[in-house]
């Protein structure tokens, strides 16, 4: 053991970062101000296992890699294939196979000084642009992903087209779990119900929300656009119901999936769960998105109503990553390095990837920046 290593969050983060400063000999604390790791990535107990924020882990991506490596990967399922609705011009149908078709012969490079809606017009018909638009609410969780850098979002599409999106079995929790259990066999210490009100002194990296390091900080440098997002989790009784797996609306940019069907660890025998996203615009009301979920839902799938057992809602701000904005790309974004002794590692940070990956990736790049490991040691190990 060589130097402390203090780390403010035990989300995924700074679970991975703990293991990896652990695995190269650092004595390394991590401070969780809940009373369970794990942060947006936990998942509720039974009966509802509903995960409070990701669903999908995706298996062709770098943390999959570094999981792998350690034998760190949680059990995963796909999506059940068919099954899957698309709302569009306010009519229901299937799955759309030409739209998949039309976004996978896009150029392989998108510029990325222009909207991600006007590079699409030079390249397909208006109402397809508008659809592959409404696609890619979900993995940015914008309300309007067209106003976007087209780099940006194109590069996320390539990855979602790949296929590597799988479910965690038993929610995220299940690879909470998995992270925690091999951070302490390194012998880190994790601090749960300690909120930490300072910057901690010597090496220590924030691995919390961007908002979260701001404050810490006082730092107004950190900071950078995100989503406004509602979610909504149902438990409902599982009596028949309609025969679709998820809906996509692209209209009004909601993603609803009754996740119990592909894991039903999910939720309790004869119930399941379905949970919802639901983009909010910046004057939006919570309420009225809701609304617009509850519309959605009146028409893929009738009574649904009727057979609601339990419920959640959430207004969610900055909560599911960064969103870069013609002419900027993530090496725009806030620094991870912020001086000698600190580094921020958050899924709004200056590091590539999907959602959850930026902030791993900031993990690792703030362990370089400390001294932790090497580029070349981070290279020769995913
Ligand atoms: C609705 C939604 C859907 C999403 N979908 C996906 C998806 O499908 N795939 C994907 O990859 N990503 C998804 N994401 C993004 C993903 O959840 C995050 O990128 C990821 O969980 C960030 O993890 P983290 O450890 O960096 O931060 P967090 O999970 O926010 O962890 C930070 C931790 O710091 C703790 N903390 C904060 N302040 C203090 C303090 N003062 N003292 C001590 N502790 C403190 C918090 O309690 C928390 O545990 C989604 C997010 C949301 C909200």
């Not at 028949?240 to 609803?256: Q, S």
């Not at 990956?357 to 981070?378: N, T």
């Amino acid at each position: 053991m060589t130097q402390d290593l203090v780390i403010v969050g035990a989300g995924v983060t700074g679970l991975t970062a703990a293991i990896e400063a652990a695995e190269h000999g650092r004595r390394v604390t991590v401070v969780e101000a809940h009373s369970r790791p794990g942060g947006r990535a936990r998942s509720l107990p039974e009966p509802f296992r509903a995960n409070l924020g990701p669903h999908a882990v995706y298996v062709d991506g770098p943390w999959w890699a570094w999981l792998a490596s350690r034998g760190l990967t949680p059990p995963v399922v796909a999506a059940p294939s068919g099954g899957s609705l698309v709302r569009t011009e306010g009519r229901l149908r299937p799955w759309p196979a030409e739209l998949g078709r039309a976004a996978a012969a896009l150029s392989a490079e998108a510029p990325v000084d222009e909207p991600f809606r006007g590079w699409l017009l030079r390249h397909v018909d208006a109402s397809t642009a508008e659809a592959i638009v409404g696609l890619t609410f979900i993995f940015t969780f914008d309300h309007d992903p067209g106003r976007l850098s087209a780099a940006f979002v194109h590069q996320r599409l390539r990855r979602a087209l790949a296929g590597g999106a799988r479910y965690v079995t038993g929610g995220w929790s299940t690879l909470v779990d998995l992270l925690a259990e091999r951070a302490t066999d390194l012998g880190v210490r994790i601090d749960t119900g300690t909120r930490v009100s300072a910057v901690p002194a010597g090496p220590a990296i924030l691995a919390t929300s961007l908002a979260t390091a701001r404050q810490l900080t006082g730092d107004r440098e950190l900071t950078w656009p995100g989503a406004r997002v509602v979610t909504i989790d149902l438990g409902l009784e599982a009596d028949g119901g309609p025969d679709w797996f998820r809906v996509l609306d692209l209209d009004d940019r909601i993603y609803a999936a009754r996740y119990s069907l592909a894991d039903p660890s999910l939720a309790p025998p004869g119930q399941e769960l379905v949970q919802i996203a639901a983009a909010c615009a910046p004057a939006e009301r919570k309420a009225d998105a809701e609304h617009r979920v509850e519309r959605l839902l009146d028409q893929s799938w009738p009574g649904w109503r009727e057979r609601v057992r339990w419920h959640r809602s959430a207004l969610r701000t900055d909560c599911t990553g960064a969103l870069d904005l013609p002419g900027t790309t993530w090496h725009d974004r806030p620094a991870v390095g912020r001086g000698d002794t600190l580094a921020v590692a958050t899924d709004q940070s200056a590091a590539p990837g999907l959602l959850a990956e930026v902030a791993i990736a900031a993990a690792h790049r703030a362990l370089e920046r400390l001294g932790v490991v090497s580029r070349d040691q981070l290279a020769g190990r995913s």
